[in-house]
């Protein structure tokens, strides 16, 4: 039976804007006030994910989350119909408005970690949203993450769910985009590489940006997931990595089976890294791809994204291929490495630019946009839902793109009740095109 690694993307959502919201992420600081184009977003996600199947790769989407989302609204003392909320809380706090308009959930490397079913004590596959506490525009996202995540891989035989981490901050989690799983095939148990920011009880005095991972959550899915200890690592990311701006592991940091690739600053003992990886799993013939930094500085690493690529193996193409942002053509470290890495007869031989330039203004490159699971042919056969696409799907998702949403959000528009009806009207004819029930608050109310 073939066992592969299928990507979910996210869809980047109506709302999709440039609030500057995430402290320590560079590009949402920096692109703060700037009009963003969520048509344009979502198209060029839809881009990405057309190439991917395209190449024959198994991929799938997760859809966008209601924004602004008014239950949280609600929740927080605002009363009366859905116009006179969102009036009454942009008088209160437009900053509010925008935390609970942000189309974030869209970079599905964050919505949940996965062990996958060879690598889990029951030999099920297992997932745990991610709380996302270190932002207060994420932390809302985890309900719904979980929802979806059950409708799509449904509880049972093959696949477990367990509930987002409490614990706030303090047990503060960002999902797979912290993980990354090692092996020879997929189908083949495998080791894990967790990565945290910071210790949760213990002050990080050599953090200026949040640790947003804390060791204890890292630990704690691990336990919940039944991953086998003995091929377990939990590493600290380097400081120095996360103070210039890589606010998740995989943004100086990504694997594929026995290739990791990562930047020289990534941990602050690499070496030491590697030989508990080749220790913890003997039997996978580790390769290890480190990018001094001389070569390629960690400031040119976190400007372009070269880590925050998809490294994965296409069917008929000798050697692994990253998926890599057009920034990275564009800065001349960047494109100097990859071309003598193509070059160099290695194990990653193949580099495909794609613009998914709306969400990098973000700080989201293609593997933020994408969550990874490994699926057996069976495990294939037993999803529920319409979120694996055909070319037939992707047509229509493009034509529905076209149809909901607009070329162009302001901070202001976000407090236009109007445009609340326009992501209801686009979410309401998405569930139907990926047979998605009643996942939206605005959906299920009164039933
Ligand atoms: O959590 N940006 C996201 C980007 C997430 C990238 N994901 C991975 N590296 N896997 C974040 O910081 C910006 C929103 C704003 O500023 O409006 C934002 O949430």
């Not at 190449?55 to 609204?73: A, W, Y």
């Not at 935390?99 to 060879?118: D, E, H, K, L, V």
């Not at 160099?344 to 330039?357: E, F, K, L, T």
């Not at 293609?366 to 992707?394: E, F, H, Y």
Request: with cysteine; net charge negative.
């Amino acid at each position: 039976m073939t066992v592969r690694e299928a990507n979910f993307d996210g869809l980047v959502g109506p709302t999709h804007n440039y609030a500057g919201l995430s402290y320590g992420n560079v590009a949402s600081a920096s692109n703060e006030g700037q009009v963003s184009n969520p048509r344009e977003g979502v198209l060029q996600g839809l881009g990405k994910a057309r190439h991917m199947l395209s190449l024959g790769m198994v991929q799938g989407i997760l859809p966008p989350h209601e924004r602004p989302h008014l239950p949280t609204l609600r929740g927080l003392g605002f009363t009366g119909g859905d116009d006179a909320m969102l009036a009454s809380a942009w008088a209160a706090s437009p900053a509010l408005v925008a935390n609970i308009a942000s189309s974030a959930a869209m970079w599905t490397a964050n919505a949940a970690t996965i062990t996958p079913a060879p690598d889990s004590a029951d030999g099920r596959t297992h997932f745990t949203p991610a709380n996302l506490a270190a932002m207060y525009h994420r932390s809302i996202e985890h309900p719904t993450t979980a929802r979806v995540l059950k409708a799509i891989f449904p509880e049972g035989e093959r696949f477990a769910h367990h509930c987002a981490l409490e614990g706030g901050v303090h047990l503060g989690d960002e999902g797979a985009a912290n993980h990354n799983r090692f092996c020879a095939e997929y189908g083949d148990k495998g080791a894990s590489l967790y990565v945290y920011g910071r210790d949760a009880f213990a002050p990080a005095d050599d953090l200026k940006y949040p640790g947003r991972q804390t060791r204890e959550a890292s630990e704690a899915i691990a336990r919940l997931h039944g991953d086998d200890k003995a091929r377990t690592l939990f590493v600290r990311q380097n400081p120095v990595a996360i103070n210039a701006g890589a606010f998740h592991n995989d943004v100086v940091a990504v694997s594929n089976r026995n290739v990791f690739f990562y930047h020289e600053l990534a941990f602050e003992d690499a070496g030491d890294v590697q030989a508990r990886l080749r220790a913890a799993a003997p039997e996978i013939d580790f390769v290890f791809v480190e990018v001094a930094d001389a070569e390629v500085p960690l400031r040119d690493a976190v400007k372009s994204y070269l880590f925050n690529s998809q490294l994965v193996d296409i069917p008929g193409r000798d050697g692994m291929t990253l998926i890599l942002p057009k920034e990275v053509e564009e800065t001349p470290s960047t494109k100097a490495y990859i071309d003598n890495l193509v070059a160099s007869n290695g194990p990653i031989r193949h580099a495909d630019i794609m613009d998914v330039r709306q969400s990098m203004r973000n700080g989201g490159g293609p593997a933020c946009l994408r969550l990874r699971v490994v699926l057996s042919d069976d495990d294939i056969g037993a999803l529920g839902t319409k979120c694996l696409l055909t070319p037939k799907r992707l047509d229509a998702l493009e034509d529905w793109a076209s149809t909901h949403y607009r070329d162009r959000l302001a901070l202001d528009d976000l407090r236009d009740p109007a445009l609340w009806r326009e992501v209801m009207a686009a979410l309401d004819a998405l569930t139907g095109l990926l047979d998605l029930g009643s996942l939206y608050s605005f959906q299920r109310a009164g039933a």
